[in-house]
Each structure stands twice: as C-alpha cells, then as structure tokens.
C-alpha cells in the first residue's frame, strides 16, 4: 500500500501490508506529503465493521480534526481471516480516496501495534449480543477484549492518550479498560452516548417544528441503554425552556423518553441491521466537542469517570452534562434535577452498578 506505515501488520506473524510493484519507501512516501503540522494517529477497532466503514472516511476527510489536521489511522481488527481480509479491503478504499489529510495506515490484529504512539483510541469493536445470551456473558466476554485493550493502552499509547468507548455495553466496557490501563488518567476515558442525545434533539425539533439546530443543553444522563434518561427538562429549544415550547407533558415523558431509549432497536427493525453511519457521525461528534470549545452556556453528552457529581456513585462510568474548553472538559453542576428526573437518574445508575458488580473481578484499579 502506497503510503501505509511500514509498521503495519496483518495478523500475526507481522505482515506487512503493501501493494505489489510499489517502488516508493512507504515512510517517504508520507514525509514528502507531510503538512507542517505533524499527524495524529488514531486508532479504531472494530475497523472492518459497519461502523468502522462509515467512521474511518469521515476520520480520513477531515471531519473529526479539523481540515489541517493530519491523521494516521491504526485499524483494529481480530485475528481471523475473513475479517483482516475485509480490512485490507477497507484499506484500499481508503488509498482509493487519495485523502490529502491522510498521511498512512496501520492495519493489525497485534494490540501493541494497533496502540503503538496513538493519540486517540476509538474503541468500537465488540462481540454483538446473540440469540439466547445473559447480559452477564455479553459483559464476561467483552470484558476480557476491553481488559486486554486498556493493558495495550497503557503500554504503548501515546501519554496523552484519550479513550472513546462504543463497543457495548460501552459504559461497562469503558470502565474495565480504564481499570486495567494503569498510568492513564481516569478522565481520558470516555463512553459513547452522543448518538442518543442526536436522536432526541431531532424527536424535539420534529415535534416542535423547528430546525433542530436550534436544540440545545441536552444531556443524556446515564448508561447507553434502554434507562438513558434524555433531560428535556433542562433542554432548550431556540433558548427556551422544552417543557414551554412543548406543553404535552404525557409526550415528553413517555413517547419521546421511549422513542429515544428503543431507536436503537427499531432502525434494526427497518434496516435489518443495527445503526452505523448514525453512530460514526456520533463518535465524529463527541470527540469533535471534547476538542473544540462549547459554546457559552452550552452542555453535550458523554459518560465519563463519575466524580460523584449529582450523588452518582463514584468511578461508576456515567454519562453527564460537560462541557470543553478544547482542552480540558467538566462536568456541568447545579443544574436543577426535579423528582421525575432523580428517579430517572436512579434507575440508569442502578443498572450501572449492576453491569459493575457483574465484572467486578475485572475492575483491578
Ligand atoms: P459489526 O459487527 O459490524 O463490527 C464489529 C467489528 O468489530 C467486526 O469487524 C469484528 O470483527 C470486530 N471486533 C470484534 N471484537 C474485536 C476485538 N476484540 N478487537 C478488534 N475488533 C474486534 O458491529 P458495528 O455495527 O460496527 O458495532 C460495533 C459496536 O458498536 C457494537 O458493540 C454495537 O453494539 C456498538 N454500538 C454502540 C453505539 C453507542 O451509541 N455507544 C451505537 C451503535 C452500536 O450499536
């Protein structure tokens, strides 16, 4: 492959992943196409699946960091044949792109490798939930992939390393990878729930017939799961109050609330197969929010290390009103929780610490 990172690997033994005639040293190849600012590497895994497809073009375009910003992108895949076949086919989608931001590629099953000097580490393979499997198995099994995933991390990421988790259940996996990646601080780990905060803005705008940019401070609270609870009694439309613009209480508490927590199950219903493009443009979105400022008064969603804030359990992985200053991110305080809201907010956290106490021999930290 023209300009891919001569450490790249498929599968073990290491392989290098070239293309035949190539006459050109790959890492030349990329120093001669390198802008002046240098390349962060981001690592996805997961990177021959549905999401992966939709995620890595949009990593590559620009999309995630900014039209200046070069990438290298670290694919991720298990070490089966059908997968890392499909991933070299990923790879030569992405050379067929001629991306001008995309400076190479490293495509491997090798944690070490696919970790190696990352600056980001998009986690979102998984094993998917099949017929007739406990959440307990779904979590035992996963929960080895994000042990040994936080390990890798901690050993051979770059120190100011940040952590998406999507694969799921992506809270509880975030959490096993924090706890095993020792030497990481607890808040570059972060869990995925930006797709459902996108989901209810647009439910809101649609009901109240307005563009949904004009959506703001909503906040997912919780646990990416059917217990999410979409806050729209903090939320606002085109800076009022939703409960103002939206006097149908019984709508806002059931249809919207089961509308939001069950769209997951019902685009598998239409599709056939569960979302993608939407959960790419999502994690596009969170890591796009935790590195640019929020505008004043503003707040998104994602789970983070809970500090105890809101009298959640701490170091439950809890997902939050934040908010960035491009840099560093916190968690938005005082915001008014009434008691519709608190026992929203109950329910999810039990189940987090349910899903905690189910791997509790996973968690050494
Ligand atoms: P796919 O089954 O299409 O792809 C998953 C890919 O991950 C496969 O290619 C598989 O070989 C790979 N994989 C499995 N274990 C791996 C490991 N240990 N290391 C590296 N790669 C591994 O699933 P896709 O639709 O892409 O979904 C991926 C995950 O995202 C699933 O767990 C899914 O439940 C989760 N989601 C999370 C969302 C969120 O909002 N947090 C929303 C979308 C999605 O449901």
Redesign the pocket.
């Known amino acids: 492959m023209l300009w891919s990172d001569p450490a790249a690997t498929f599968g073990s033994p290491v392989r290098t992943c070239e293309v035949p005639n190539s006459t050109y040293s790959a890492r030349s190849n990329w120093i001669t196409h390198m802008s002046s600012t240098s390349p962060l590497r981001v690592a996805v895994?997961?990177?021959?699946?549905?999401?992966?497809?939709s995620l890595l073009f949009r990593i590559a375009s620009g999309a995630m960091f900014g039209p200046t910003q070069p990438v290298i992108l670290h694919l991720?895949?298990?070490p089966?044949e059908k997968?890392l076949r499909?991933?070299q086919g990923v790879c030569m989608e992405l050379e067929d792109c001629a991306f001008p931001l995309l400076k190479g590629t490293v495509a491997t099953?090798d944690?070490n490798a696919g970790f190696q000097g990352v600056n980001w580490a998009l986690l979102?393979?998984?094993?998917?939930?099949k017929a007739g499997m406990e959440r307990k198995d779904l979590l035992g099994i996963?929960g080895k992939?994000f042990t040994?995933?936080g390990q890798a991390i901690a050993q051979h990421a770059a120190s100011d390393v940040r952590t998406l988790?999507?694969?799921?259940p992506?809270n509880t996996n975030a959490l096993i990878a924090l706890s095993n990646a020792p030497g990481v601080p607890r808040d570059q780990f972060f869990?995925?729930?930006?797709?459902?905060e996108n989901r209810a803005k647009t439910q809101l705008a649609k009901k109240a017939s307005t563009d949904v940019t004009g959506v703001t401070n909503l906040a997912v609270w919780g646990n990416?799961s059917t217990t999410m609870f979409p806050d729209f009694f903090n939320a606002k439309i085109n800076g009022r109050p939703v409960p103002d613009i939206i006097g149908h209480r019984e709508w806002l508490e059931k249809d919207f609330l089961t509308t939001v927590q069950k769209r997951?199950a019902a685009i598998i219903e239409a599709r056939g197969?569960?979302?993608?493009a939407?959960?790419a443009n999502?994690v596009v979105d969170t890591v796009r929010k935790l590195t640019t400022p929020t505008p004043t008064g503003d707040w998104f969603s994602v789970a983070v290390c809970s500090d105890g804030s809101y009298g959640i359990e701490k170091g439950l992985m809890f997902s939050y009103p934040v908010r960035s200053d491009g840099r560093k991110w916190e968690i938005v305080q005082d915001l008014p929780v009434n008691p519709f809201s608190q026992a929203k907010i109950a329910a999810t956290e039990a189940e987090l610490k349910e899903e905690k106490a189910l791997v509790a021999e996973l968690l050494p930290r």
């Open positions: 895994t997961g990177a021959a699946g549905q999401i992966g497809y991720i895949e298990i089966d997968a499909a991933l099953s944690l979102v393979g998984a094993v998917p939930r996963n992939i040994s995933q988790v999507v694969g799921n992506c869990a995925m729930t930006m797709l459902d990416h997951g197969l569960s979302s993608a939407s959960a999502a």
